[in-house]
């Protein structure tokens, strides 16, 4: 069962901060974070582990609530190179394949 | 950069034909993934391994078949192509964390 994301699109203007969700309805051991630029192939961001562990990548950090099944991804001070798709995926147990959202597409405009 | 290499990288073919694609890694991660992309759908998974000939098939398996003979080696076989088999797949290849992914290939039945 596919984890839900939201928002499905956003518009941004450089400089400007941004949150993508991820929420799942099953128990989640971790949730990972992708990027995938036009045409490329997904490439890992992060990964958080239950325990409401937070992380950070460049200015991109992200949070996972244990309890709501519930991550969220950060982007603060946005640039252009921040602009692709993100894709949350996630795990029930460790090792497990990885289970996709539908991406959130962000663009960041000058 | 993952050692992951997917071929061929584009390919059409006619419904009703069978397709191979062919998921090649130099990492020796045990895990190995095969998934579609489709607009609106995110990335959906269709066949894994876990090891050599040990698979298991994921959400939208219909249609596809796989095999692993060796560590390195994961193909995915469209028994029949049909046009609702025109899709990018994605090959990932995993160890104990993060998921990496190939480059893809953009298969077209027509």
């Known amino acids: 069962q596919q984890p839900v994301q939201s928002p499905q699109a956003v518009i941004l203007r450089e400089g400007e901060d941004a949150v993508i969700n991820c929420s799942s309805s099953?128990?989640?051991?971790?949730v990972h974070w992708y990027r995938q630029k036009h045409g490329e192939a997904p490439v890992f961001l992060m990964i958080?582990?239950?325990?409401?562990e937070q992380k950070g990548h460049e200015k991109i950090s992200a949070s996972f609530n244990e309890k709501k099944q519930q991550s969220s991804l950060y982007l603060t001070a946005s640039q252009l190179s921040y602009s692709g798709t993100y894709f949350c995926?996630?795990?029930?147990?460790?090792?497990?394949?990885?289970?996709f959202g539908k991406g959130t597409r962000l663009s960041v405009i000058a | 950069d993952a050692g992951i290499t997917q071929s061929p990288r584009h390919k059409v073919t006619e419904t009703g034909t069978p397709v191979t694609l062919r998921c090649h890694q130099t990492?020796?991660?045990?895990?190995m993934y095969w998934y579609r992309q489709d607009p609106g759908h995110g990335l959906r998974l269709i066949h894994y391994?876990?090891?050599?000939?040990?698979?298991d098939k994921g959400e939208v398996s219909d249609g596809y078949s796989v095999s692993r003979s060796k560590t390195e080696d994961f193909l995915l076989t469209l028994e029949s192509a049909t046009s609702s088999q025109t899709s990018v797949y994605f090959c990932?290849?995993?160890?104990?964390?993060?998921?990496?992914f190939g480059q893809g290939t953009r298969l077209t039945v027509v």
């Open positions: 391994s876990y090891g050599v000939k040990d698979t």
């Open positions: 995926g996630t795990e029930v147990q460790g090792n497990t394949p990885l289970v």
């Open positions: 990492e020796n991660h045990r895990y």
């Open positions: 990932a290849i995993r160890g104990l964390g993060e998921a990496f």
């Open positions: 958080l582990l239950k325990g409401g």
């Open positions: 099953k128990a989640l051991y971790s």
